[in-house]
């Protein structure tokens, strides 16, 4: 989802990170703000330069997303997200920087407080899934896949993969070794369009997907990928092995557990023994 935030009249682009659950905003914006600068992206420039001499761990933590730029048109633009942003505002001499602290905390008060406070992030998404209906069981469910996926990431960020577009490659093959079918096709399977996939998976396919993550959290670190595309090898072996749990208890079964059931009837999302999928 991306969308244009205005502060003192002025545009900043920012993109939200689903799987993050965090906003990344356009560098160049920010600065074009806080400094007035009429060279935004020069003024960046100098100081990514200086901020990389430095060896400040913040220059390794700028990412790129295809933005939609004044001619209509998308390019690759150098964001942060929102904890990033905050460190990098003190790199940059502004009298507005703290107005502009403030207005961040408007747009995104939550996730401020959940940077101190990680708990309450948690008991935000349990509430948000309670109030829309979900069971306490998938619930629980749901909030360990989060866990796991936030190790995975992590994983993929210490082997030097950070690209947005790379996480849904790598998810990709994962999920298309253990399911038999790409994110896009068990969306379309669910008759999903832009839903989230786990939102609308069975607590068993939540498991499932679950192991295939974790079990390649667990290969990446055991055998340290040098490469992306040693990082999707170990992707896919990790989603072989969800995908072979998934066919003995099949077996056991007697029928598949790959589910068209979806989040508009959440009681079906609830599979337990001999109920229906």
């Not at 682009?13 to 060279?39: C, H, K, M, P």
């Not at 997303?65 to 150098?78: C, E, V």
């Not at 994983?155 to 994962?174: C, F, R, V």
């Not at 669910?190 to 974790?214: F, H, P, Q, S, Y």
């Amino acid at each position: 989802m991306s969308n244009i935030k205005v502060f003192e009249d002025k545009k900043i682009r920012t993109q939200w990170n689903e799987q993050e659950e965090d906003w990344y905003f356009s560098v160049v914006d920010v600065i074009a703000v806080l400094t007035d600068s009429s060279q935004p992206r020069k003024y960046w420039n100098d100081l990514k330069r200086k901020l990389k001499q430095e060896g400040s761990q913040l220059s390794e933590k700028i990412g790129q997303l295809k933005l939609q730029s004044s001619d209509g048109k998308y390019y690759n633009t150098d964001v942060v997200n929102t904890k990033d942003l905050l460190r990098l505002i003190q790199s940059i001499p502004s009298k507005k920087a703290e107005p502009f602290k403030v207005w961040l905390a408007q747009v995104g008060s939550e996730r401020l407080d959940e940077i101190v406070d990680p708990q309450k992030a948690i008991d935000r998404a349990i509430a948000t899934y309670r109030d829309k209906g979900y069971s306490e069981e998938w619930i629980t469910q749901r909030m360990m896949t989060i866990k796991m996926r936030k190790e995975l990431t992590a994983e993929w960020q210490d082997k030097g993969i950070t690209q947005e577009k790379d996480y849904a490659i790598l998810t990709n093959e994962m999920t298309k070794a253990w399911s038999g079918m790409s994110v896009q096709e068990y969306k379309k399977f669910k008759g999903l369009k832009k839903e989230n996939l786990r939102d609308n998976m069975t607590n068993i396919e939540l498991v499932l997907n679950m192991l295939a993550e974790v079990t390649t959290t667990g290969l990446s670190k055991n055998e340290n990928p040098k490469s992306f595309a040693e990082s999707k090898q170990i992707a896919k072996r990790g989603g072989n092995i969800a995908k072979n749990a998934r066919k003995e208890y099949e077996e056991q079964l007697g029928k598949s557990i790959i589910s068209p059931a979806n989040a508009t009837n959440k009681k079906l999302l609830d599979v337990k023994k001999d109920d229906e999928e």
